[in-house]
């Protein structure tokens, strides 16, 4: 129980300091008129205040993701603890303050267009269609599961739910963002904030015991801690997703104050929720070869919620398990839709053009509802990390443009760039093949070594390019003067 208390400490402590360390290094002004008050639409630049802001940013990034990434990351044991820690405080919440606070000065740019300002032009059409392809992905995963549940404890026509869900989707997806965004996210951010609270409190007043951290793999398979453990927990942790959805709360802001508390504030948020799942997934079935044999995240929500909570943790873990994600699947559509409307400069102001955006999105959600595309699912997860190593450049870049400390994005980018590389080159749904029969350990061992040499490729453009522009920028200074 030591380790979780120390580790919770670290995060609140992680908050209030390393949290100001990112403010002080991005250099935030106060005075500076954000995008909601210039550039007002009264759709997606609408001004919010700042706890609802809190709440909204909250649920976009969360959803499921702290709860079925940390029960999946249990399977390490603590490990999941100190990548919780370390990964939230020095890797998610600077990726999500650095990106939200891009997109304010940017004009609430989504991430492909931040990432055309600073990278160019190539960069910034591939993160287009990859965040594109991670968002539609998110989209329709979370038609289709909340839509299975509903019908497990229903037993009416899967596809009825899914129209329904589409249907709120569409809805969410078009009309201005405090219409139904506005309203209903900060009560759902509240309840998933309650569920954890109430499953933290039960396991303590329950007797459960947590495994304290030491240096050893409780995986019962015996997979690496390097670099599964890191795909695994990606909400919790870091995510590219989150790239995604904070420009949404940077058009809704009122002061650059606000960056630290909504975006800092509710990564860190997250990862105490993802502290407590991990936590609770740990002790809750006897020992993590019971948790292997439990069943799926959605069952291991289920029997714990009612295991600790009775009958109110019941209706905590429906609304885990089918609300939630329906609100990271609304939110992802929306972003999908920002992301064609700022490629294309389509005016969102009229609601009709917001459709002519939208539809498109739908049809291809619609489409891939009836494809089993478990295996391409396999990918999102890796694909989800890819997209965070991406941001993080992107904002070693924009920092280092600025003349700021740039480090403080510079050391997660090359640890993602390690992790995204490695896993790619040795997970199943990877390059594992090229191996042939040889031996995993060594396969991973080289998969390291390959990640290793794209993160030193990664710095050594970096460098080359940022010492260009100094000098640059010193010749032009000269010529002036």
């Not at 390291?448 to 640059?472: D, E, K, Q």
Request: charged residues 15%; aromatic residues 14%; hydrophobic residues 55%.
């Amino acid at each position: 129980m030591i380790t979780f208390f120390l580790s919770v400490a670290a995060l609140v402590v992680g908050y209030f300091v390393y949290g100001r360390v990112t403010e002080k290094a991005f250099r935030i002004d106060p005075e500076r008129l954000t995008p909601a008050r210039t550039m007002a639409d009264g759709v997606d630049y609408v001004e919010i205040k700042p706890r609802k802001a809190f709440l909204i940013q909250f649920l976009n990034i969360a959803g499921t993701g702290p709860i079925f990434g940390a029960i999946a990351g249990a399977m390490w044991g603590p490990a999941a603890f100190f990548w919780i820690v370390f990964g939230c405080i020095f890797g998610g919440a600077v990726h999500d303050f650095l990106v939200g606070m891009m997109s304010i000065r940017c004009g609430g740019a989504t991430l492909a267009e931040l990432t055309g300002k600073t990278l160019g032009k190539l960069p910034k059409n591939f993160v287009r269609l990859f965040s594109l392809g991670v968002l539609i992905l998110v989209g329709v995963v979370f038609i289709k599961s909340p839509a299975d549940i509903l019908h497990d404890l229903t037993g009416w026509n899967t596809f009825l739910f899914i129209g329904i869900i589409m249907a709120y989707y569409i809805l969410a997806t078009v009309l201005p963002i405090d219409k139904i965004i506005g309203k209903i996210y900060p009560i759902f951010g509240i309840c998933l904030l309650i569920m954890a609270v109430g499953i933290g409190v039960g396991m303590f007043v329950k007797g459960y015991r947590i495994p304290e951290f030491r240096f050893e793999n409780f995986h019962p398979q015996g997979k690496s801690i390097f670099p599964y453990l890191f795909i695994s927990i990606a909400c919790g942790a870091i995510s590219g997703f989150h790239a995604t959805q904070s420009p949404m709360m940077a058009r809704c802001m009122t002061n650059e104050r606000q960056g630290r508390p909504v975006f800092f504030g509710a990564m860190i948020t997250e990862g105490i929720v993802a502290l407590i799942w991990a936590a609770v997934a740990m002790c809750f079935f006897g020992s993590i070869e019971a948790l292997g044999q439990a069943g799926s995240a959605a069952v291991v929500v289920n029997q714990v919620s009612s295991g600790i909570l009775g009958p109110v943790g019941g209706v905590l873990a429906v609304i885990g398990v089918v609300a939630c994600p329906i609100t990271s699947g609304d939110t992802a559509f929306r972003s999908a839709r920002l992301v064609i409307a700022d490629a294309f400069r389509f005016d969102q102001k009229s609601i009709k053009k917001r459709f002519l955006v939208a539809i498109p999105l739908f049809a291809i959600g619609i489409a891939l509802c009836f494809i089993n595309f478990d295996i391409v699912w396999r990918y999102f997860s890796w694909a989800n990390q890819t997209l965070a190593a991406i941001a993080l450049w992107t904002a070693v870049k924009y920092q280092a443009d600025r003349r700021c400390n740039y480090w403080i994005a510079l050391i997660p980018a090359v640890f993602m760039t390690v992790v995204v590389v490695s896993y790619i080159i040795v997970a199943p749904e990877g390059f594992l093949f090229v191996f042939g029969g040889l031996d995993i350990k060594l396969a991973e061992w080289i998969g390291i070594g390959i990640g290793l040499m794209a993160a030193v490729a990664c710095l050594a453009v970096f460098f080359t390019v940022n010492s260009r522009s100094r000098r640059t920028l010193a010749g032009s200074n000269a010529q002036t003067s």
